[in-house]
């Protein structure tokens, strides 16, 4: 990290931490007012997190009484209160559709353990059990990047290693979804909801790695706090949504995830990367309108 990163990091944070006392809210207050989870906000208030998503600026904006621009002094073309124009809902009553994202418009697994298992001759098995025994941690925010890189670098007897390199290194998009959630994006609001590490999305944003379209909400369960199947980001997804919970249709390729979302009565689709041509089929079919 170079010294302007810092800088930057920190002028964010103090513009943040200063918009809050100036509303009168304790760390605490803000994280309920704008759904962030308490450890989230203090590495933001402090520099700790490099590139807070826009949506998680946006909710600390509308929790203190100010504005993105405010916070950031960086004027955003694409922020959650820019209008949009008008929307369609679909013959089942769908206003609002989520995507997961690994799974639905990238694959990684296997390719990042194999890419990692060949360059330190360590078993992808060996490297996968690992992988998963921390994986939520990190995706929660419990756990930060460099402990669970140094928990991977303990384990496979090297001296350090990058997950995040491996992870964006072999990520493999779904080409069948390019055109699907353009398609979506045209006709409806659209979002991201994620079990990811911090600041992957943002990453794949960034590399172009994700259908470049305006996602109108991103839920990245990093900055939460949460993850699927848990009722808490489900909670804040539809609150950010604009839109009922009857509204909106979860797509993801975890079947609980899915039961999770129907239980609050949202629309769900089952994702099948295994044959996505038939699964972008049924989601063009499950959004079409009159």
């Keep these: 990290m170079n010294g302007v990163e810092t800088v930057k990091e920190l002028e964010l944070g103090h513009a943040i931490a200063s918009a809050r006392r100036k509303a009168g809210l304790t760390q605490q207050e803000l994280c309920a007012k704008a759904s962030l989870s308490y450890s989230t906000l203090a590495k933001i208030e402090r520099g700790a997190i490099k590139t807070p998503s826009v949506f998680t600026v946006a909710a600390i904006a509308e929790a203190t009484g100010t504005t993105v621009e405010a916070l950031t002094g960086i004027v955003l073309s694409n922020t959650p209160n820019t209008p949009q124009k008008a929307y369609k809902t679909a013959t089942s009553g769908v206003k609002f559709v ?34 998963w025994r921390h994986n939520d941690a990190v995706n929660k925010g419990d756990m930060s990047l460099d402990e669970f890189n140094q928990l991977l670098a303990e384990h496979i007897g090297v001296e350090q290693v990058s997950w995040a390199d ?123 309108f009159e």
């Design 166 to 288: 491996y992870y964006l290194s072999n990520i493999d998009p779904i080409a069948e979804m390019l055109d699907c959630v353009t398609w979506v994006a045209e006709h409806y609001k659209i979002g991201l909801m994620s079990n990811i590490m911090p600041g992957f999305l943002s990453q794949m944003i960034k590399r172009g790695l994700l259908p470049q379209v305006a996602y109108d909400v991103i839920i990245d369960s990093s900055e939460i706090g949460a993850i699927k199947p848990e009722s808490k980001i489900y909670d804040i997804a539809a609150q950010r949504s604009g839109v009922s919970p009857q509204e909106i249709l979860l797509i993801d390729d975890d079947r609980t995830n899915l039961m999770a979302a129907e239980r609050l009565d949202w629309h769900v689709l089952w994702f099948d990367d295994y044959r996505p041509s038939e699964s972008e089929a049924r989601i063009r079919q499950a959004l079409a």
């Design 98 to 131: 989520y995507f997961d994202v690994n799974g639905v418009l990238v694959r990684f697994f296997q390719r990042a353990f194999t890419a990692l298992a060949h360059d330190t001759g360590v078993s992808p098995d060996s490297i996968e059990a690992i992988f």
